[in-house]
């Protein structure tokens, strides 16, 4: 049973635009959310997180929005740029030492 | 500051041979967790080291082991390899005295089953 979902294998986005990035969660216990990037060849990169007392965590252009009611968070990056293509991980977790349960990924392309 | 460091880069073994991948963790963390990726899947947690001790286990046969030693760098361990083990493995560092900060992730090893 997947517990974390992103249910959008890929999506291709024009530079300059926004991107949206979902993610759907099962397990009511998941206390702390982060995204990772992963490029080819290399090992994920953390990108930002929120924790379950926020509904909103922003960092330069991407923002990430937790929907506790709907166990939902997306990851919208503005503006969308070339090297922003990439494999993006939703990952959760709970009571700080439990380890990341992670979703399949979407692949973002960015088109200039 | 280097980072999480993972060796081998690549890896290619037959069925039934064991396995030996090595990580050295970011400087600073003391917490190592190793990840299993197969093709089009997210990373799965295989097992989390912390004080030379296996702290937590994911859903993996005996066949997976580790290791941490003294100055935090761990060993994977699989043995009688299967062709479903073939993988890009991730080993990721932390402090345990932070569990709220990132995990650091190595670039991994790409490990080939014939």
């Known amino acids: 049973d997947q517990q974390v979902k992103q249910n959008s294998p890929s999506l291709s986005v024009q530079e300059g635009r926004i991107s949206i990035l979902n993610c759907d969660y099962t397990n009511s216990m998941f206390d702390y959310f982060l995204w990772y990037k992963k490029y080819p060849a290399e090992g994920p990169t953390f990108l930002i997180s929120?924790?379950?007392?926020?509904d909103k965590n922003e960092d330069g252009r991407f923002t990430v929005f937790l929907n506790k009611s709907a166990k939902h968070l997306s990851l919208h990056i503005v503006p969308s740029q070339p090297g922003d293509s990439a494999v993006y991980f939703c990952a959760a977790t709970f009571e700080g030492n439990t380890p990341l349960v992670f979703g399949k990924g979407t692949r973002l392309s960015v088109i200039a | 500051d280097a980072g999480v460091t993972q060796s081998p880069t690549h890896l290619i073994k037959t069925r039934g041979q064991q396995v030996t991948l090595r990580c050295s963790p970011k400087s600073g963390h003391d917490t190592v967790s190793w990840y299993q990726q197969a093709l089009g899947q997210g990373p799965q947690f295989i097992f989390q080291?912390?004080?030379?001790?296996?702290?937590q286990r994911g859903n993996f046969p005996d066949r997976f082991s580790g290791h941490q030693f003294p100055n935090y760098s761990s060993e994977l361990n699989v043995n009688a390899l299967l062709l479903g083990d073939s993988a890009l493995y991730l080993c990721?560092?932390?402090?345990?005295?932070?569990?709220?900060?990132?995990?650091?992730f190595g670039d991994g090893t790409r490990l080939s089953i014939l």
């Open positions: 929120i924790s379950s007392i926020k």
């Open positions: 080291y912390y004080e030379e001790e296996e702290r």
């Open positions: 990721a560092s932390r402090s345990y005295d932070r569990p709220n900060q990132p995990q650091h």
